[in-house]
Every structure is written in C-alpha cells, then in structure tokens.
C-alpha cells in the first residue's frame, strides 16, 4: 500500500484533551502535522499544548455542536489559505436535512447539485450509500461538507 507523506499538512482533532484524542494529536503532531486540538476541557487542552508546543492549537468548544465545527472551518481555512493551501472540511452530523435548516437559520447558503453523480433537493444529496449529504461555501469561498457521522 502506498504511503502518504502528511508532514506540513493540518488536522482537527476533537476530543484532543485526553484519551484516544489525545494520542492521535501526540502522534500527528510528532509527524510534523499542525494540530488543531479541540476539547472541552480548556485546563487539559493547554497541558497538551504545553507538551507539544507550536505544532499543537488548541481550541476550547463542543466540536460536536455543528455550528462549532463551522466556526472552526473557517478559522482553519483563513489560516491555512493564508500559506497559499486549499482547505477541505467536513462536519459529521446524525441528520443532514435537520443540520441544512439549522445552519440556514444562521446564515449558511447551501450549494445545489444536478449532475449525474450528485442531485440535491432543498441543498441536500442523496449520496450511493444511502446516507444524505450538504456542502455550503463560507466567506473564505471554501465548501464544508455536511455528512453523516
């Protein structure tokens, strides 16, 4: 299998304050990848950044609060664009059409799809494995998938 060279890249790591979390951001961060750590726990949160240093950010929110995660796209992506990159980002949600009419209660416009491969209704897709999907453009002018957890 082939590898892939993640040094220089970034990750978002929820639940980065203890546990299976945290061990994913140590082992990352070793990895020569930007950690942005997100916890809860603001305490735990700096310990880990004590220990790891500049490689490690940490952010104190729920990343499973769907706004969060939006939040957070955006400060990565205006981060990241910055170094000339493309970001991606994805917000695991358990209902899609229930996240669509929350997030466009705050704003969010979603994209609307009619190709072969995707069609939207009302900005949500139908994906091949059943699941639903939503992607929508934040002002950095980069999509956030919206997809099941």
């Known amino acids: 299998m082939p590898s892939t060279d993640i040094r220089d890249s970034t990750a978002i790591v929820p ?12 082992g990352l961060s070793r990895a020569g990848v930007q950690v942005v750590g997100v916890a809860r726990n603001d305490t735990q949160l700096q310990e880990v950044h004590a220990e790891l240093g500049d490689s490690f950010i940490p952010i104190s929110a729920d990343a499973a609060d769907p706004t969060v995660a939006a939040q957070l796209a955006v400060r990565l992506s205006a981060r990241v664009r910055s170094s ?5 980002a ?10 669509v009419e929350e997030m466009r209660g705050r704003g969010a416009e ?3 799809y009619d190709t072969p491969e995707t ?27 919206v997809v099941p957890a």
């Open 15 to 26: 639940g980065a304050s203890r546990g299976f979390g945290r061990g994913i951001a140590e």
């Open 84 to 88: 000339g990159e493309f970001t991606q």
């Open 90 to 99: 994805v917000i695991h949600v358990t209902d899609a059409r229930a996240a």
């Open 110 to 112: 979603f994209e609307e």
């Open 119 to 145: 069609r939207s209704e009302n900005g949500v897709a139908a994906m091949p494995d059943g699941g639903e999907a939503a992607w929508f453009k934040y002002s950095e002018g980069n999509l956030v998938g």
